[in-house]
């Protein structure tokens, strides 16, 4: 069950803290969440632990970092920074908590500095299901669609293309050099044939 392997995560990663981890997976599996919930997190988890991460603070970021989520890009991240500081400021030492603070906030834009190896990593598990199985890759993008109710067709396909205009354009797209390696490729198939088909007059509203 993933929220037991999750359970076993989060208690392997802050041992003697099962309250918050609860507190956490509660927020994640809350009915709304269609594609930021459990499945995101387990996703990007694996994806930190393929890029070889050791440091707690990178495991911690990805477990705050959509803990808030009211699908409003930007205001989210930051509001879950802002719990992970007020959560952690008695488990952690403060540096830690600082570290985790910035990790969860570079995921706005998933654009770390040349040499942060941490932000790399952690904003590459982010955007990871870029460079999944196609049937993956697509039911993500139909997940992320759900969380729109508001959205017509026709702004929803303009929202889309404008982000995958956005992620074609990224350059890297990926930042560690284990995900540049395998990752790039797959993901770049992915968004260019996701955007090839909103692009195509019968796919169009």
């Known amino acids: 069950m ?6 076993h995560a989060w208690n392997a990663l802050l041992p003697g803290h099962r309250e918050l981890g609860e507190d956490l997976l509660a927020r994640w599996s809350q009915s709304s969440r269609y594609y ?12 930190l ?15 705050f970092h959509d803990a808030v989520h009211t699908n409003t890009p930007g205001t989210d991240e930051l509001r879950s ?11 952690l030492p403060p540096a830690e908590v600082t570290e985790v603070s910035r990790l969860i906030r570079l995921t706005i834009d998933h654009a770390p500095l040349a040499g942060d190896t941490s932000g790399a990593r952690v904003c590459d598990a982010d955007l990871a299901v870029l460079a999944a199985p196609p049937a993956r890759y697509l039911a993500s993008v139909t997940q992320l669609r759900a969380e729109t109710p508001t959205l017509s067709a026709a702004e929803w396909a303009q929202a889309r293309l404008a982000r995958l205009e956005q992620l074609l354009a990224s350059d890297p ?6 995900a540049r390696r395998a990752w790039t490729s797959s993901a770049l198939s992915n968004l260019q044939d996701e ?8 796919h169009r509203p």
Do not use: Y
Request: with cysteine; net charge negative; glycine share 4%.
């Open 195 to 202: 955007f090839q088909q909103l692009k195509s007059p019968r």
């Open 36 to 47: 930021h919930g459990v499945e995101h997190l387990t996703e990007c988890l694996a994806a």
């Open 81 to 91: 920074a802002e719990l992970a500081e007020t959560l952690l400021r008695s488990i």
């Open 2 to 7: 993933v929220t037991t392997a999750l359970d």
């Open 173 to 178: 797209l990926f930042h560690s050099p284990i």
């Open 49 to 63: 632990r393929f890029l070889g991460s050791s440091q707690r603070t990178e495991h911690v970021a990805l477990w």
